[in-house]
């Protein structure tokens, strides 16, 4: 069997961590993306730059965080003005 070298040589890319979080507002923008090209940058650079693990699960989980937030609280103000005004 053969060991194969796995080292990959990592970089420092500050740039591409800035695009990554600015990424984040293109739900404002289009409206879609905030969740999808976060996510596709980070699982395509995160074994090759410097510190987008760590940056990349904190973008997904405060995005995830966001859709969740909307899908509970809509709801329940649409449910309290209906019981308010009932």
């Known amino acids: 069997m053969e060991v194969v070298n796995q080292n990959i040589a990592l970089r420092e890319d500050k740039n591409l961590l800035v695009v990554a ?3 984040q ?3 404002y923008i289009t409206g879609f993306g905030g969740l999808i090209v976060p996510l ?3 699982l ?3 074994d090759s730059v ?3 693990h760590q940056h990349g699960k904190a973008i997904i989980n405060f995005q ?3 859709i ?3 899908i509970i609280g809509i709801p329940s ?3 309290r003005e209906l019981v308010y005004y009932s």
């Open 21 to 23: 979080h600015l990424s």
């Open 25 to 27: 507002f293109l739900d």
């Open 40 to 42: 596709v940058i980070w």
């Open 44 to 46: 395509s650079t995160k």
């Open 50 to 52: 410097i510190g987008m």
């Open 64 to 66: 995830l965080s966001l």
């Open 68 to 70: 969740l937030y909307v």
């Open 77 to 79: 103000i649409l449910l």
